[in-house]
């Protein structure tokens, strides 16, 4: 931001020292610049004889002190209010404690365990509950408290599966209804680098009516397949792996061995459910599903889900399709995680990005069979899909964990950041845009409360890595890998000669704010759809989400991206210089 310097000179000519007031050329002022030009202003105040002052600088010194009164006032209340949520964390965690430790006294039997389980789940999720209520205003807290519950439940899985191989000889839930409880596995970085525990947690996004039906449907599930994701070293497929560390040996910082390179899934027992994805009105896409949908029945003997189109589609073929199995309303959907071990999409991206969005939470590995015209996330040829889906059943399969965005609404008559309307996960981008607007946006952007600048153009898109080839290609954004963790900036249209992309880092709050000085409201759009309107003082945050989508891959993450650009968008397809011509015989 380039301050621009407010010349004061007295009514006596004397040369003084400047005001310098950050004022960036997109108009905005943060609250830091108040701060130093406020301390500026002091000073001149008491260089100058107040009888020589003009009028509008006392009148402007007045303004910035009660700004900068205001802004200290916040600044101290969110100190305090930080402080609180410290103590009251600290009291959870005592809580939890006495629980676990209540908890150990109960003899370790199976239903017990279960009971245990759940117990001091419940008691995690109210005395959860209790924060959340007491401490609304608290957003960065809350922003912390996904990491946190998710360290407190690991911390509790370690606990319990100590307990587990310690005094309590009962074996791992095996049979029971609930083994959708124990989440396919997925690998945490420990100091040996490998995989030590799972995550128990399976909390998704999920609305006030699906939470109704969540018991009922937990006892209908079946047995769910659990799996291993390890990282390989070297190309060889084993679990010992360096990762990422920074050493400070005497002093010196170095990074060791970079971190392992493609992410392998291992299943540790056989798959037993495929959940079947097809674009719609297509005919080669419908041909192809009954063919696979009798294979993985027939030769397989998996259980097959359908979306409920799909099922009439199928029954219209033939009335042998009845065992195939799919659900009556959307409230199951937020539970399919727990029933199906694998996804099958038979389309393009879209499907994929379709497919993506039916799962509110953890998505099971995917599978995109290419039906498309672009096929960027399909990597698979549907002409082999039975060799495919072999090799796939069996595994180890390498995967793309493609990271999404958690986006939320807050709307400007919100208490808090916290209050905020049902939130979307995106695979490829949030688009805010002029929609049918005429005049160009006025959108002011935040990272992590850190002003970014005021985007006036057509937009802004904040794209995953995966959606980097997709809209934010088209606007001007640099092709990222989807590995590469980061949050692409990519402006639409700007009005500005200077506004570049940026790739922010993926550990980041994105905000964007519709101002009041803003000529229309704005609108958001996720994975191109759902529109939404955000008038002035409407926000959107926008941060990664804990659920990524694991992709299959044909070869592995870097040759799928590379053949994707390559045979997608012919990127940097040219013909060769001819070899004949002059040369630098000198060199
Ligand atoms: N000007 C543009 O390029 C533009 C405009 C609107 C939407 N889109 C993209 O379309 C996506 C929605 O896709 P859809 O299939 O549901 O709508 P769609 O049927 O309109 O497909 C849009 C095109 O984008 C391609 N695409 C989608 N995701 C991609 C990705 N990750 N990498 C490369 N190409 C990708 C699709 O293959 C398709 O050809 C949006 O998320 C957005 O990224 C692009
Ligand atoms: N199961 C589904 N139900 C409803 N809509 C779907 C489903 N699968 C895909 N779609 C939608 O259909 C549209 C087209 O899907 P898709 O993008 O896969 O096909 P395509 O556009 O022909 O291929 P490509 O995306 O490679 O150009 C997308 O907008 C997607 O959101």
């Known amino acids: 931001m380039s301050p621009s310097k407010l010349d004061s000179t007295d009514s006596f000519g004397h040369e003084e020292a400047s005001v310098s007031c950050s004022k960036p ?106 924060l959340r209520i007491m401490l609304p205003c608290l957003f960065f807290w809350e922003v912390g408290k996904e990491q ?39 690998n945490e970085h420990s100091e ?53 560390i920074v050493s ?47 294979w993985l029945r027939e030769r397989k003997k998996l259980n097959v889900y359908v979306e409920p189109r799909v099922k009439v589609e199928l029954l219209a073929e033939s009335s042998n399709f ?41 998505v099971p590995p995917i599978v995109p069979f290419s039906l498309g015209s672009l096929g960027f996330m399909t990597p698979f040829h549907s002409e082999h899909f039975k060799d495919c889906l072999d090799s796939v059943l069996r595994g180890p399969i390498s995967i793309t964990l493609r990271h999404r965005l958690l986006c939320r609404v807050v709307r400007d008559a919100a208490k808090n950041e916290y209050e905020t309307e049902e939130p979307f996960l995106v695979l490829n ?42 809209y934010s290609l088209a606007a001007g954004g640099s092709m990222v890998h989807p590995q590469v963790p980061g949050i692409l900036f990519t402006p639409i249209c700007p009005h500005s000669l200077s506004f570049r992309p940026l790739i922010l880092p993926e550990h980041v709050t994105v905000r964007i704010m519709v101002p009041f000085n803003s000529r229309s409201p704005a609108w958001a759009s ?12 409407d926000a959107l945050l926008c941060s990664m989400a804990p659920w990524p989508v694991p992709t299959a891959c044909q070869v592995d993450s870097t040759n799928d991206f590379l053949r994707s650009i390559h045979d997608g968008l012919h990127w940097n397809l040219r013909k060769t210089q001819s070899f004949d011509g002059p040369r630098d015989r000198d060199l």
Not at 36 to 59: N, R, Y
Not at 432 to 449: A, Q, V
Request: aromatic share 6%.
């Open 148 to 186: 946190n519950k998710r360290i407190a439940e690991a911390r509790m899985a370690e606990q319990f599966s100590a307990e587990k191989n310690g005094d309590l000889d009962c074996e791992r839930v095996k049979n029971s209804d609930n083994q959708s409880m124990l989440q396919n596995e997925s």
């Open 429 to 470: 981008e949030v688009t805010i845009d002029r929609g049918i607007s005429s005049y160009l946006t006025n959108l002011e952007c935040y990272c992590d409360n850190s002003f970014v600048t005021c985007v006036q153009g057509d937009g802004l898109i904040l794209s995953t890595t995966s959606g980097s080839t997709a």
């Open 322 to 362: 009845s065992y195939v199995q799919t659900w009556k309303d959307d409230s199951e959907i937020s539970h399919l995680h727990m029933k199906v071990d694998l996804v099958i999409t038979l389309g393009g991206d879209g499907t994929v990005l379709w497919a993506a969005s039916m799962f509110k939470g953890p």
């Open 526 to 537: 996720f994975d191109g759809k759902d529109r939404k309107l955000l008038a002035a003082g």
């Open 25 to 130: 050329e997109n108009g905005c002022v943060d609250s830091l610049s108040i701060f130093h030009s406020e301390k500026a202003v002091e000073e001149l105040l008491q260089q100058t004889p107040v009888a020589g002052m003009d009028e509008h600088l006392i009148e402007f010194s007045e303004a910035l002190r009660t700004v900068a009164k205001a802004l200290r006032r916040a600044a101290e209340g969110k100190a305090s209010a930080q402080a609180e949520a410290a103590e009251w964390k600290w009291r959870y965690e005592l809580e939890r404690t006495r629980n676990i430790q209540m908890e150990q006294k109960v003899s370790g039997n199976n239903n017990c365990e279960m009971l245990r389980h759940w117990w001091i789940r419940s008691s995690l999720d109210n005395a959860m509950d209790m």
């Open 192 to 244: 040996t680098g490998c995989m030590k525990h799972g995550i128990w947690s399976h909390e998704v996004l999920r609305d006030r009516e699906s939470d109704s039906n969540s018991n009922a449907d937990r006892n209908k599930i079946m047995r769910k397949a659990s799996f291993k994701l390890s990282w390989w070293c070297n190309g060889e497929n084993g679990d010992q792996h360096k990762h990422d």
């Open 248 to 294: 400070f040996e005497r002093g010196n910082i170095t990074t060791a061995e970079r971190s392992s390179k493609q992410i392998s899934l291992k299943w540790e027992s056989d798959p037993q459910t495929v959940l079947i994805l097809t674009k719609p009105n297509s005919v080669s896409v419908r041909i192809l599903c009954v063919q696979m949908v009798r």
